[in-house]
T-cell receptor, first 115, second 113 residues
């Protein structure tokens, strides 16, 4: 098992373009989370999936953001009409059923730069 | 609203020079406090969970402690490979979801050889 995998690692886009990030969690983990981190700050929660169901969304997740987890496996986070304020590291994490729900296994992140 | 404040923002130590990092929190009811380590360009890596005042956890040169208002991460005789940003996080209190960790801004630790 290679841990949580995220793709792409880096994305540079122009304002107004759409971008999509993919996350492959650890295979036996049914819980999946997306967080956003800006420079010098801690991660901020965006959304949470249990299997294929999106159970929670932060107020930070505007209607330009959408996340999916079809079949409860990989997940995608799409940002439409990107703005410069969307520039950040987007972190995916997973955790197992019944585990310590504060122990998240994070991927290496997808860094987004909006020009 | 839950708040997590970490201090100092940055800390430079000589190899072998022990010190402590602080995480103070404001929650109406603590359901768990967590420490993570983050290396540059990487995602955070889980270190410890603390649930109640007086609890302590240890791992190699690190020891985490918890009081009713704050947590400390003690680093004994650090080595250069301990250089990283250390983050603490709490579960939201009240009716908040246990899925939404609230992180502090972290302490950037540099250990010089």
């Amino acid at each position: 098992d290679t841990g949580v995998s995220q793709d792409p690692r880096h994305k540079i886009t122009k304002r107004g373009q759409n971008v999509t990030f993919r996350c492959d969690p650890i295979s036996e983990h049914n819980r999946l989370y997306w967080y956003r981190q800006t420079l010098g700050q801690g991660p901020e929660f965006l959304t949470y999936f249990q299997n294929e169901a999106q159970l929670e969304k932060s107020r930070l997740l505007s209607d330009r953001f959408s996340a999916e987890r079809p079949k409860g496996s990989f997940s995608t986070l799409e940002i439409q009409r990107t703005e410069q304020g969307d520039s950040a590291m987007y972190l995916c994490a997973s955790s197992p059923r019944g585990g310590n729900t504060g122990e998240l296994f994070f991927g290496e992140g997808s860094r987004l730069t909006v020009l | 609203e839950d708040q997590v404040t970490q201090s100092p923002e940055a800390l430079r130590l000589q190899e072998g020079e022990s010190s402590s990092l602080n995480c103070s929190y404001t929650v109406s009811g603590l359901r768990g406090l967590f420490w993570y380590r983050q290396d540059p360009g990487k995602g955070p890596e889980f270190l410890f969970t603390l649930y109640s005042a007086g609890e302590e956890k240890e791992k190699e040169r690190l020891k985490a402690t918890l009081t009713k208002k704050e947590s400390f991460l003690h680093i004994t005789a650090p080595k250069p490979e301990d250089s990283a940003t250390y983050l603490c996080a709490v579960y939201p209190s009240g009716g908040g979801s246990a899925r939404q960790l609230t992180f502090g801004s972290g302490t950037q630790l540099t250990v010089l050889p």
